[in-house]
């Protein structure tokens, strides 16, 4: 059964940080990437980071560059997603999603966690 579980998520005063984790099972979690996505309130769901299988490279949308990082540990099927300097528009459910490749779609992701809620305010 595949699952991919998000945790590390909370309320967070602006400025600050949070980590959050994605616990992959059930499929070969070496050969996939991995992708960060978030969803606000009445918003569309957006991309935020990818991360490659094999070479490892990193993808970051413009509004997170230099504050969010991410990386995996495939010794514990596990991808992490480091946030630094929160802003009050961060704040949304993030998830993270598995595929192939780094897709610029969320549709070519095949498999999805429930969410982690992000809320930053002070």
């Known amino acids: 059964q595949v699952q991919l579980v998000e945790s590390g998520g909370g309320l967070v005063q602006p400025g600050g940080s949070l980590r959050l984790s994605c616990a992959a099972s059930?499929?070969?979690?070496?050969?996939?990437?991995i992708g960060w996505f978030r969803q606000a309130p009445g918003k569309e769901r957006e991309g935020v980071s990818c991360i490659r299988s094999g070479d490892g490279n990193t993808y970051y949308t413009n509004s997170v560059k230099g504050r969010f990082t991410i990386s995996r540990d495939n010794a514990k099927n596990t991808v992490y997603l480091q946030t630094d300097n929160l802003k009050p528009e961060d704040t949304a459910i993030y998830y993270c999603?598995?595929?192939?490749?780094?897709?610029?779609?969320?549709?070519?992701?095949?498999?999805w966690g429930q969410g982690t809620q992000v809320t930053v305010s002070s």
């Open positions: 999603a598995a595929a192939t490749e780094c897709y610029y779609t969320d549709e070519r992701f095949d498999y």
């Open positions: 059930g499929f070969s979690f070496d050969d996939y990437a």
